[in-house]
């Protein structure tokens, strides 16, 4: 019986399970996904993702697409995974290819880091199956591309990118998983196309949430991903284009032998996992790459800086994106890790008074805010788990608005350059090479002359 059409126990026992199953996927005619999962023979669980398309889709064209529906099966599945964590999995849909077991293994336990780090648990780290124990080797894809899809996720980082696609001249189009009112505003003013998709998780995930299943950080933007790139598939484009920094690679805290990292799904490496998956997923799937992947946070948001018909659209508190309504703000928070991460990355490239505009208040004058901002540079501990730049990125933020006579008399900057800044080496936070674009990341080269032109000086 599935999960939403029965009463979820008093007590769930994570303990009590020892497998969980990929047990169907589904693409129908409308372009409705249906994924489903268990655990042992005791709980079913059932997503649903509406899927974006012009017309009804023919057996051909859902069968072009079997291996992009099989990989979202495999990796939107770490939702209700991290319920109980279970050293088996069992593919009954058929084993991933060895690429495909390569990510999974990745994404579910290096991905369920922080989790497993917040509930002090030992990192899960289930086997699916035969593959090469190394990242899947380069390999270059030489296929034109004249058809992009940018996903938007309402912040800074997903306008800059969609910026850069723009400027390289081909044709493009927006996606969003859902239509939250900052992704809606950011499609606004870019006045793009968008597709949306939306996805439903089972029903009585937030039940056995509430009875003891277990709970956490999942690798979300893998998942975004994964539909992203079946979306793209279905209509028409050669390539999903992401918008992750260079920033999202570094970690915040060891545990259990590995680096934990919020944003694992983000980074390079994941990165580089999912393109060897969806290369072997048949049916010429879209590529995969992020095209802000050579830039710090700093240099995506002296980039953004310059955008202002985004600045009263775009925002990047998490507080508006939470799963549960009732608990949803519909602005800036201004009391998070990333509120202060953000204000303090577009501060030495703006007004004091137009980030008061943005923001509704100014976080550097507001003495309350300096424990949250030393701790963006790791005073006291590690960096906060939300998608915030590198330790090296706020000091050399600090930096420069320590020689910015806009912003030096602040409060908060005063004491952060008598507090944080002689903690550390003369040489930390150089703002030069934090602001410098690197050589590593998976970007065409012919996109590469867009992203120098909007993400340097």
């Not at 309350?368 to 706020?394: D, I, R």
Request: glycine share 8%.
């Amino acid at each position: 019986m599935a999960a939403d059409a029965k009463q979820p126990p008093a007590l769930f026992d994570p303990t009590g399970f020892e497998t969980f199953r990929f047990t169907a996927c589904e693409l129908d005619a409308s372009g409705r996904v249906t994924l489903r999962y268990a655990l042992d023979d005791e709980v079913e669980f059932v997503e649903v993702i509406e899927l974006p398309i012009e017309a009804p889709l023919g057996e051909r064209e859902r069968g072009r697409v079997d291996g992009l529906l099989a990989l979202l099966h495999w990796v939107a599945g770490v939702s209700y995974y991290k319920t109980a964590l279970p050293r088996q999995v069992s593919c009954e849909t058929g084993d991933p290819p060895p690429a495909t077991a390569a990510l999974l293994e990745a994404l579910y336990s290096e991905g369920l880091g922080e989790l497993a780090y917040v509930n002090g648990l030992a990192l899960p780290r289930p086997r699916f199956g035969a593959h090469d124990s190394h990242d899947p080797p380069d390999s270059a894809d030489e296929r034109p591309i004249s058809r992009v899809l940018v996903p938007v996720g309402g912040g800074k980082d997903s306008a800059v990118a969609l910026e850069i696609v723009r400027e390289w001249g081909c044709e493009l189009a927006l996606f969003s998983l859902g239509d939250a009112p900052p992704i809606a505003r950011t499609a606004q003013v870019a006045g793009l196309p968008r597709l949306i998709a939306r996805r439903t998780l089972d029903p009585g995930l937030r039940k056995y949430n509430a009875a003891g299943a277990i709970n956490g950080h999942v690798p979300i933007t893998a998942i975004v991903s994964c539909v992203a790139l079946l979306t793209a598939a279905l209509n028409g484009f050669d390539a999903v284009a992401m918008a992750n920094e260079r920033s999202a690679s570094a970690g915040n805290v060891m545990w259990d032998g590995v680096e934990v990292n919020h944003q694992f799904s983000k980074g390079l490496r994941a990165e580089r996992l999912l393109a060897g998956a969806v290369a072997r997923a048949g049916g010429d799937a879209p590529r995969l790459f992020s095209v802000l992947r050579p830039a710090s946070e700093l240099a995506i948001a002296r980039a953004f800086a310059r955008m202002e018909r985004y600045h009263g659209a775009f925002t990047s508190c998490n507080a508006i994106f939470r799963s549960d309504p009732a608990l949803r703000a519909s602005t800036w928070c201004c009391d998070c890790p990333k509120c202060r991460f953000v204000f303090l990355a577009l501060a030495p490239f703006s007004e004091p008074e137009h980030l008061r505009e943005v923001f509704g208040c100014d976080l550097l004058e507001d003495e309350g805010q300096f424990e949250g901002f030393a701790l963006l540079a790791a005073m006291g501990g590690h960096k906060p788990f939300e998608c915030v730049g590198e330790e090296q990125e706020s000091l050399a933020a600090i930096r420069l608005l320590a020689a910015d006579p806009r912003w030096r008399e602040h409060r908060v900057v005063r004491r952060l350059v008598a507090e944080v800044l002689p903690e550390r080496s003369p040489d930390a936070g150089d703002p030069e090479r934090i602001l410098a674009l690197g050589d590593d990341h998976e970007v065409p080269p012919a996109l590469m002359r867009s992203v120098r032109a909007l993400l340097g000086a």
